[in-house]
């Protein structure tokens, strides 16, 4: 157990940072899952826009690496052009 102030004040925060990363980790996950999931064209689209946001706004704040981003949306994008490929034909 640390025994200075700031020790202690830094446990508290790492705890606090530790449970906004974990949130935002799961969050991201979900609704990747949702986009990759969903089989209507619609519904697709509104799920990717959601996650698009929540990435673009997770690797601006540093609780994921902006590549790790940048691959996550390529991946919905890639997803979300096969549906629409498919559709038209």
Known sequence: MANHKSAKKRI???EKKRL????TTSRIKSTVKKVMESGNREE???NYKEAVALLDKSASKGRIHRNTASRKKAQLTRH???LEVKETK
């Open 44 to 46: 697709v689209e509104k």
């Open 80 to 82: 979300l052009n096969s």
């Open 12 to 14: 508290r925060s790492n």
């Open 20 to 23: 906004m990363n974990k949130m």
